[in-house]
């Protein structure tokens, strides 16, 4: 029997495990709600790291585990020039706002003498949720805090490359860890950070130029990442909702560019690479499949959420992708029962399965409250049902007896 480690590599990479991988997307509220914290501690004091929360579901459940970046992990570039911060500057962020329901933190800056600059952004903690950066003025924070408190209590972590190595010894060969590489694209206008689509439209010159400038980081980033001393699984590309703030048109001029090299460099070092795209994504796929050396892409999400077919996309680009997707995280996995989850589990084996090059996931994040028994139902439906060779007469037979 394969680890899952091996069995996500292989599906990964197009190839037929000994049998279907199972791994749903569930690396953030559903790990946080299992320490029975509340989420600020994972996601502000690190208490435990996101990452460990996360491998500590994948034992629990039994999953095949798959961590896309772990939380922290950076390698700085030796050859860039850091500038020398003025000493007359001081630049903090602190909690502004501290209840039972929340903790609301805020950056300054101030300058020797001066009174304090507030950042127009803050990050709120929810109890029981994750954390969102969002404008001031959006949670009724739009005015100075008239007091704040230090941030105490974080829990230091491993950096780089002995964070890697520390995440690959506790996963214990359970799945796979990558590092995430990401490439130039558009963002949502109200987050305030990189460019929009109103900036493409308005500054065009100075976007591409930016993205040419972005892509060689990122490149450079990778090659830091693959000369290093420990290797992850897989390189994770693309970004969250590319073809939400970016059409295929801008997503071809600015982002398929560094696509193609990052992947291309990926196929050179023998590391699977992987992209990311929730929402609409049959766009994305085809590009990839057709104009890159992409190994694998999720998670192919249904419609209203996204636009995919997974028969269809099996059908089209099958033979060049390895697919992960995409079972609806609201209607079944939240909000459906495990009858539901086995029955949709079944369904996407039966379109995407065949030959391998596939894993049973779902649509991006299943929310916080998904059932314990729904994520149990997709384990036992690939265990029973997803070993190679497929018995697609079992499987359909079982199909017919779930839709009675």
């Not at 941030?151 to 490359?161: A, L, S, Y």
């Not at 999720?298 to 636009?307: D, F, R, W």
Request: aromatic residues 10%; charged residues 25%; proline residues 8%.
């Amino acid at each position: 029997m394969m680890t899952g480690k091996e069995r996500m590599l292989i599906a990964m990479q197009n190839g037929q495990p000994d049998r279907v991988p199972c791994a749903p997307d569930m690396s953030n509220m559903i790990p946080c709600r299992l320490t029975g914290k509340p989420f600020w501690d994972i996601y502000l004091y690190q208490d435990p790291p996101l990452w460990q929360a996360y491998i500590d579901a994948v034992k629990y459940f039994g999953i095949d585990g798959w961590i896309y970046n772990l939380d922290g992990f950076w390698l700085p570039d030796p050859a860039a020039t850091a500038a020398e911060p003025d000493p007359d500057v001081h630049t903090e962020v602190v909690i502004v706002e501290r209840t039972e329901q929340r903790i609301v933190t805020r950056g300054f800056s101030q300058r020797k003498g001066h009174g304090k600059e507030w950042f127009p952004h803050v990050t709120v903690y929810p109890r029981y949720d994750p954390p969102t950066t969002l404008l001031a003025e959006k949670v009724g924070l739009a005015q100075a805090p008239d007091k704040w408190w230090p941030i105490e209590g974080v829990k230091p972590q491993k950096e780089g490359f002995d964070l890697l190595q520390q995440g690959l010894d506790y996963f214990e060969e359970r799945g796979v860890i990558g590092v995430f590489v990401m490439p130039p694209q558009l963002g949502n206008p109200e987050a305030g950070f990189g460019y929009s689509i109103y900036d493409y439209c308005d500054r065009y010159d100075e976007v591409k130029a930016a993205s040419i400038m972005h892509q060689q980081d990122s490149v450079a980033f990778l090659k830091r990442v693959l000369a290093g001393p420990v290797r992850p699984d897989f390189i994770l590309t693309g970004g969250s909702g590319l073809l939400v703030f970016n059409t295929p048109e801008i997503l071809r001029d600015i982002t398929l560019p560094a696509l193609q090299e990052i992947t291309s460099i990926c196929k050179e070092a023998g590391i699977p690479s992987q992209i990311h795209c929730c929402g609409p994504e049959r766009e994305v796929v085809e590009m990839c499949a057709l104009e890159t050396d992409l190994s694998s892409i999720n998670p192919l999400e249904i419609p209203p959420m996204g636009n995919c077919d997974l028969a269809e996309v099996k059908r089209a680009f099958g033979q060049k992708l390895g697919l992960m997707g995409n079972l609806h995280t609201t209607d079944v996995m939240l909000r459906g029962s495990a009858k539901d989850v086995r029955r949709e589990s079944l369904k996407a084996i039966r379109a995407a399965g065949e030959g391998g090059g596939f894993i049973l996931s779902t649509g991006d994040q299943c929310g916080r409250d998904t059932p314990d028994e729904n994520i149990f139902a997709m384990v036992e439906v690939a265990k029973e049902f997803g070993v190679y060779p497929l018995d697609f007469d079992a499987i359909d037979k079982e199909i017919s007896r779930l839709e009675d």
